[in-house]
Nanobody, 115 residues
Framework: QVQLVESGGGLVQPGGSLRLSCAAS????????MGWYRQAPGKQRELVAS???????NYADSVKDRFTISRDNGKNTVYLQMNSLKPEDTAAYFC?????????WGQGTQVNVSS
């Protein structure tokens, strides 16, 4: 059974930082491209960042230079370090594992950026 379990969300003031974690089980982790997506109320889910097994990364323009994605293949975990958070970063953040035709999602963790 595949499980992706996110953690680390919460309430933070503008300019603050959070670190999200996603622990994966039931997959051969290093075979998968891992990604973080987010969905704000009334908006479509969008890609925030992704990382390949070879540590190649891709970021949405809106988070470049503020967010950093990383992975620890030994711990089957992917991270998203979020700095300089803005109110527009408020959303539910979802972890995704993708390989060819297989795609798995976590249940999401809420990030609220507000003063």
């Amino acid at each position: 059974q595949v499980q992706l379990v996110e953690s680390g969300g919460g309430l933070v003031q503008p300019g603050g930082s959070l670190r999200l974690s996603c622990a994966a089980s039931g997959i051969t982790f290093n075979f998968y491209i891992m990604g973080w997506y987010r969905q704000a109320p009334g908006k479509q889910r969008e890609l925030v960042a992704s990382i390949t097994s070879g540590d190649s990364t891709n970021y949405a323009d809106s988070v470049k230079d503020r967010f950093t994605i990383s992975r620890d293949n030994g711990k089957n975990t992917v991270y998203l370090q979020m700095n300089s958070l803005k109110p527009e970063d408020t959303a539910a953040y979802f972890c995704n594992a993708q390989r060819t035709y297989r795609s798995y999602w976590g249940q999401g963790t809420q990030v609220n950026v507000s003063s």
